[in-house]
């Protein structure tokens, strides 16, 4: 009893230090994404610090300046500056993002599946919101807040969120920090009903109870995506 007790702590311990060294902290000052090597690992392999300088930590993004929105259906642009825009975010772990908000425009549902975003109104006023995974009653719950300018709103990893401005003639701006060099985006519409190829509309007839039809005239959309 006593050497399977021993056993069954040592393989704890070695679950929890894999667990805790799955995303460790940098090991040097800085990684700068070599983005033209072909050697493949999970990020980027980090450029010869010798040849890295000040221009691997620097964009000029220009995030000080209105985006158009004019051109997209949902009303917003998003600026995401991320490792692809700037090497030297490479194993920092985050990354920036600025949206613009035509009147009654909006950032719709979508998941970040790498990262928990913190978002501040710098202009304006967003309806923002996120909802819960599902929960053991079966629900799934919505927490949801006004914004006004200065204030800032929190949405978890990996959970569905939307920002929308509820103004019907101003426009609203805010900036998004990411907690990933890469936090991906999924915009729920766009991949249920815009996949390629597409999912089979008897699996969504099912899902969403409705008939076939109604689901082909959805995928029969164009599904864009507002990140430029």
Not at 59 to 71: E, F, I, V, Y
Not at 81 to 108: C, E, F, K
Not at 143 to 161: R, W
Request: glycine share 6%.
């Amino acid at each position: 009893m006593a050497a399977s007790t021993v056993l069954l702590v040592a393989f704890l311990a070695l679950v929890t230090s894999h667990a805790i060294a799955s995303n460790p902290s940098p090991l040097q000052d800085f990684c700068v994404a070599d983005k033209d090597s072909p050697v493949k690992v999970n990020g980027f392999v980090c450029k010869d610090p010798m040849a890295v300088n000040a221009d691997d930590f620097f964009k000029a993004a220009k995030l000080d300046q209105p985006r158009d929105t004019t051109k997209s259906k949902v009303g917003s642009n998003v600026t995401l500056i991320n490792v692809m825009q700037l090497p030297g975010l490479n194993t920092l772990g985050i990354s920036l993002a600025r949206i613009d908000y035509a009147p009654l425009g909006q950032n719709p549902p979508h998941t970040h599946p790498r990262a928990t975003e913190i978002l501040t109104v710098l202009e304006g006023t967003l309806y923002v919101g996120f909802v819960t995974s599902n929960q053991a009653d079966r629900s799934n719950k919505l927490f949801a807040k006004v914004l006004n300018k200065g204030d800032v709103f929190v949405f978890p990893q990996g959970l569905i969120h939307f920002q929308f401005n509820p103004v019907h003639d101003k426009p609203t701006v805010a900036l998004a920090a990411l907690s990933s060099q890469n936090p991906g985006a999924i915009t729920i519409a766009n991949a249920v009903f815009g996949s390629k190829p597409p999912i089979s509309d008897d699996v969504l007839a099912k899902a969403f109870q409705v008939q076939k039809g109604t689901i082909d005239w959805l995928q029969a959309q164009f599904w864009e995506n507002n990140h430029y």
